[in-house]
């Protein structure tokens, strides 16, 4: 079964740490993205990837930053945490172009930041 | 920026009743994708629906897509409990190879 992992279900992490969250996908799609989604303000697209080691900003990239060094992962990186990033965040992966078939979702890491 | 807008915002209806859930969006697509989540987790794709196409099923889903009015239609026949969930929209606009969410419909099948 094709599949989209996140790596935690739920994180706790302080204000100021650095917080990974890992994403990896075993389907050779090219496209990956990462969403958070919070009461009220839907999905918002945070990055997204076209191919390895590429990279593009969402609407809402601040405060985050993007690793892709091989083509099944794609990492989000939380410089040094803050509350308003308490959320829950979303990791997506897609053919692109001719191939798109829709978007596979992983579970979801619901991130607390204290 | 630019993204589908769901309509109602809310539904609830009786098991065994049809559910329609409608979108709108402002600018030319590629295609436009219908997802569930259920509660906590993450979306599962439904249906994608292609902007030279302007019907399609699977299953007790039917998907329309109207270019002209810039709208899409969501029905769930026979709804059941299951179906208990949110439903989002998410039109690829041509030029963008992504997917903006709207805030989508929240549907509650009641037994």
């Known amino acids: 079964d094709v599949k989209v992992t996140q790596s935690s279900r739920y994180l706790v992490k302080r204000t100021g740490e650095k917080v990974f969250l890992e994403c990896v996908q075993d389907m050779d799609h090219e496209n990956m993205f990462w969403y958070r989604q919070d009461p009220g303000l839907g999905l918002r697209l945070i990055y997204f990837s076209y191919d390895v080691k590429m990279k593009e900003k969402g609407d809402i990239p601040e405060g985050y930053s993007v690793s892709r060094e091989k083509k099944e992962r794609f990492s989000l990186i939380l410089e040094s945490a803050s509350t308003n990033q308490t959320s829950m965040y979303l990791c997506a992966s897609s053919f692109s172009g001719a191939r798109m078939r829709g978007y596979t979702f992983g579970s979801g890491t619901r991130l607390t930041v204290v | 920026s630019q993204q589908g807008e769901e309509d109602p915002q809310a539904l609830s209806i009786q098991e065994g009743e049809n559910a329609t859930m409608n979108c709108s969006y402002k600018t030319s697509i590629n295609n436009l994708q219908w997802y569930r989540q259920n509660s906590g987790r993450g979306l599962v794709h439904l249906i994608l629906?292609?902007?030279?196409?302007r019907e399609k099923h699977s299953g007790r889903l039917r998907v329309t897509l109207d270019t002209s009015k810039k709208s899409s239609s969501l029905l769930i026949t026979a709804s059941r409990a299951a179906d208990t969930a949110s439903y989002f929209c998410?039109?690829?606009?041509?030029?963008?190879?992504?997917?903006?969410f709207g805030q989508g419909t929240r549907l509650t099948i009641n037994p």
């Open positions: 629906i292609r902007s030279n196409e």
């Open positions: 998410a039109p690829e606009f041509q030029g963008a190879q992504k997917l903006v």
